[in-house]
C-alpha cells in the first residue's frame, strides 16, 4: 500500500479513502516520556495493538461516543489529515527515539516527548482538536489544509478544492435563506 500524502488527499487518491478509521495516541514501550500520534483503518486495529513496541491505547478516536454521534465513522483520508495536522502542531515535541529508528519501526516519525504528568491533558487536548476540525466540516478542513499545504502543487489542487467549498457554502447559505423566507411567510 501507498503511503498517504497531502497531495493525495487534494487528488482524491488516497487509497481505501473511505475506509471507517480511527485516530489514536499511544504509549510506548520502555519510553514512558514519548506518546505516538497515529491512524489506521478500523481493520487493522488488532494489527496495531499488538504492535510490540506500544504499550497501550490513550486515546482511540473510534472509542470517542461524543465524536462518532456527531461526525460518525472517520474515513481513512480523513484520520490520515487530522494526524498529520495533530504532528505539524505538535513539531515543537516530536522526537526521534534512535533505538526506534535503528530498529526501523514504522512510527518512530510519529513520536513527541511529553512528560508523564502532563500525558493526560495532552490526551485532552488530542480528544479535543480532533473532535474540533473533525465536526466543523468544510472549516475544520480548511483550518487544516491551511497548515498542511506547503508545496505549489500542493496550493494548485488545493486553490480549486478552497473555490468549491465556497461554492457548496454559498448553495447552502442560499437555500437556508429561501427556507427562512418560506418558515417567515407561513407566520
Given at each position: 500500500m501507498a503511503f498517504p500524502s497531502v497531495l493525495a488527499y487534494l487528488n482524491g487518491t488516497i487509497e481505501n479513502g473511505d475506509a471507517p478509521s480511527t485516530i489514536y495516541v499511544a504509549s510506548i514501550k520502555g519510553h514512558p516520556e514519548f506518546l505516538k500520534l497515529g491512524f489506521c483503518q478500523l481493520s487493522s486495529r488488532s494489527l496495531r495493538r499488538s504492535d510490540p513496541y506500544i504499550s497501550g491505547f490513550l486515546y482511540d478516536a473510534c472509542k470517542d461516543d461524543d465524536l462518532i454521534a456527531c461526525h460518525g465513522d472517520i474515513a481513512r483520508r480523513d484520520a490520515y489529515l487530522v494526524e498529520q495536522y495533530l504532528l505539524e502542531l505538535t513539531t515543537s515535541y516530536r522526537e526521534t527515539?534512535?533505538?526506534?529508528?535503528?530498529?526501523?519501526?514504522?512510527?518512530?516519525?510519529?513520536?513527541?516527548?511529553?512528560?508523564?504528568?502532563?500525558?493526560?491533558?495532552?490526551?485532552e487536548w488530542v480528544g479535543f482538536t480532533v473532535g474540533n476540525v473533525l465536526m466543523?466540516?468544510?472549516?475544520?478542513?480548511?483550518?487544516?489544509?491551511?497548515?498542511?499545504?506547503?508545496?505549489?502543487?500542493?496550493?494548485?489542487?488545493?486553490?480549486?478544492?478552497?473555490?468549491?467549498?465556497?461554492?457548496?457554502?454559498?448553495?447552502r447559505m442560499k437555500r437556508l435563506r429561501e427556507l427562512g423566507a418560506i418558515n417567515a411567510k407561513s407566520l
Open positions: 527515539i534512535p533505538a526506534l529508528a535503528k530498529a526501523r519501526w514504522s512510527g518512530y516519525t510519529e513520536t513527541v516527548r511529553i512528560n508523564p504528568e502532563a500525558h493526560q491533558r495532552f490526551v466543523r466540516g468544510d472549516d475544520g478542513l480548511t483550518e487544516m489544509l491551511d497548515q498542511l499545504v506547503v508545496s505549489a502543487e500542493e496550493r494548485e489542487v488545493y486553490g480549486v478544492l478552497r473555490e468549491e467549498l465556497a461554492q457548496q457554502q454559498a448553495q
